[in-house]
């Protein structure tokens, strides 16, 4: 039974292992805090070692179809400048991320089936391939046969956040497009374990409804997947709002106490299960935080198309009711997502990570898999691509 059909229930009547989860989100003494951060980091430490997987989103487009509140991408935001790469342009980007030491890349792109289709991405996935070893998506929902070509073509994870757990507040934010299904964004990591992929991530985005009451929604639904698609390896984000198009301030805020408690309590709940921290978070507390029960994290961050090299920079434009309207803002680049907060450059997020006695991990996979003829293929290839690509 999928998650969309247990979810109300679930909550109405929780489960003892969501119920123990819930005891672990009460406020606590200092040193009660400080054990907590203690047994996080061992269990990370016995299940994870100390290695830090490191991965850069890479945005395909900004183009979306959605009204959402408090999104920079939203389609009423038509004062943006916008843009969709191609396929190209995508390849000069995810270069120049690894001529950085990338070897995970997340394709972002807003939801906009005229802009960004099926087969664009299958074709961005397939251009990618053999030179980004691992490749995630976080884009629109999907039905799972139409992500089964994804898979097929290279990709290994898939990535969504329900942004809102709490129905009302889910209602109110989303105000047009199809993301104001509730129910069919929530049933989304289930059709991607269906589809095959190795990767799931899930994640909610904090500052909209309760803090509380949002993570023991999210931990609700860890618990389900972690029955149902056993045999995906799952990763779980806590993001905040951060500035964008628009200026949504958050509604309840989220502390920066309570943020490193709920990333124990997930570590302390779900001790094999990878936990993401984003460039959303200052530089400082994600140093702090990094040793406690992080597995992954993103550096160098950009959140606009073409962000890293300049590419699209002479394609901008507005989009008015679903139409092009030319941009004279020759020069400019097309307009973020939202507003990183740690803009240290890769090198030195994984210089950090060292110093804390921890493992930069670049890529997952070894050479020693492939066959010859194939890893020379990919060698050969990555000669002719080694230089950086410079901004357009």
């Not at 040193?31 to 890479?58: D, I, K, N, Q, V």
Request: hydrophobic residues 40%; aromatic residues 8%.
């Amino acid at each position: 039974m999928s998650f969309s059909k247990i979810f109300d229930g679930t909550l109405a009547s929780p489960s003892a292992e969501l119920a123990a989860f819930r005891l672990l989100l009460e406020p606590c003494s200092d040193g009660a805090l400080e054990e907590m951060a203690r047994r996080s980091a061992a269990l990370t430490r016995r299940h994870f070692g100390r290695t830090m997987r490191l991965f850069a989103p890479l945005y395909l487009s900004n183009e979306c179809v959605n009204s959402c509140a408090y999104c920079g991408f939203s389609r009423e935001n038509e004062a943006i400048l916008r843009v969709t790469l191609e396929i190209e342009q995508v390849a000069a980007e995810a270069r120049h991320l690894a001529t950085e030491g990338f070897r995970n890349i997340l394709l972002v792109a807003g939801e906009h089936p005229k802009f960004v289709s099926g087969e664009y991405l299958k074709r961005c996935i397939e251009r990618l391939h053999r030179e980004i070893p691992s490749l995630s998506l976080e884009v629109a929902p999907m039905e799972t046969a139409d992500y089964i070509p994804f898979v097929a073509a290279g990709a290994e994870g898939l990535v969504v956040y329900q942004e809102t757990y709490d129905r009302d507040a889910y209602r109110e934010l989303h105000l047009a497009g199809p993301k104001k299904d509730f129910d069919w964004r929530l049933d989304t990591p289930e059709r991607a374990h269906e589809a095959g992929f190795r990767r799931i991530g899930i994640g909610v985005l904090f500052g909209l409804s309760d803090w509380k009451g949002e993570a023991t929604a999210l931990a609700a639904h860890l618990f389900h997947l972690q029955r149902v698609s056993w045999t995906s390896q799952l990763t779980v984000s806590m993001p905040r709002l951060r500035p964008a198009a628009g200026e949504f301030q958050p509604r309840f805020p989220f502390e920066d106490r309570d943020f490193t408690q709920l990333l124990c309590a997930l570590r302390l709940t779900f001790p094999q299960v990878g936990i993401v921290l984003s460039t959303r978070e200052p530089a400082q507390l994600r140093d702090a935080l990094a040793p406690l029960g992080v597995t992954m994290m993103s550096a160098g961050s950009h959140t606009e198309p073409g962000g890293y090299t300049g590419q699209g920079s002479d394609q901008l434009h507005h989009t008015v009711k679903g139409k092009k309207v030319e941009s004279s803002c020759s020069g400019s680049s097309a307009t973020e997502q939202f507003a990183i907060s740690d803009d240290r450059t890769p090198g030195e997020v994984a210089a950090m990570l060292s110093s804390r006695g921890l493992e930069p991990v670049w890529k997952d996979w070894d050479s020693a898999i492939l066959g010859k003829d194939e890893f020379r293929g990919m060698k050969d290839e990555k000669s002719e691509s080694a230089s950086p690509v410079s901004a357009s």
